[in-house]
T-cell receptor, first 113, second 117 residues
């Protein structure tokens, strides 16, 4: 099955700086890659996603890039703010298994004011 | 749009009792719902996938007789933890996926924290 690895596990940045989280996946058939933000005690919230026919997608301060050849994708947050502090999860869909998501281990992001 | 609710948000029960958790898609029809559990500071682990009107598909290692899943309508799925024990204490989260061009997208509920005494 699919295996998703996520790095780093924790990330501390100064307010206003950029944050980058990287994920790799193992199943070349995966074709959908969402990113979720989870605040303490809450469910994950979709923040951006990308499909395999696109190399980059941007939504305001958030961008995601995908390299299908290398099987890795990254989340970029620019101009970080304290409210960006949360745990971020990447995921990949198992294309052959009906869009079941496999999650990375998560990155705890702390934005210091 | 794409709002998923869960009820209850938290529950405390005695060992040996059963607990039912509801997951509802409020503004869309969910053809597929997923149930996850999450231990503190860990990632989400998929427990089962349920399609409306059919039996759930459980992940390896998840006891289907212990975690009963019912997906009776396009807006409601329930997870019943039967004969709960302290090791079942966890954060249970559902997600739903519906019709339309973005059928890959899973929208998550707020989660239910289960504590078994």
């Amino acid at each position: 099955g699919e295996n998703v690895e996520q790095h780093p596990s924790t990330l501390s940045v100064q307010e206003g700086d950029s944050a980058v989280i990287k994920c790799t996946y193992s199943d070349s058939a995966s074709n959908y890659f969402p990113w979720y933000k989870q605040e303490l005690g809450k469910g994950p919230q979709l923040i951006i996603d990308i499909r395999s026919n696109v190399g980059e997608k941007k939504d305001q301060r958030i961008a995601v890039t995908l390299n299908k050849t290398a099987k890795h994708f990254s989340l970029h947050i620019t101009e970080t703010q304290p409210e960006d502090s949360a745990v971020y999860f990447c995921a990949a869909s198992e294309g052959a298994a009906g869009n079941k998501l496999t999650f990375g281990g998560g990155t705890r992001v702390l934005v210091k004011p | 749009g794409a709002v998923v609710s869960q009820h209850p948000s938290w529950v405390i029960c005695k060992s040996g009792t059963s607990v039912k958790i509801e997951c509802r898609s409020l503004d869309f029809q969910a053809t597929t719902m997923f149930w996850y559990r999450q231990f503190p500071k860990q990632s989400l682990m998929l427990m089962a996938t349920s399609n409306e009107g059919s039996k759930a598909t459980y992940e390896q290692g998840v006891e289907k007789d212990k975690f009963l899943i019912n997906h009776a309508s396009l807006t409601l799925s329930t997870l019943t933890v039967t004969s709960a024990h302290p090791e079942d204490s966890s954060f249970y989260i559902c997600s739903a996926r519906g019709h339309g061009p973005s059928t890959d997208t899973q929208y998550f509920g707020p989660g239910t924290r289960l504590t078994v005494l």
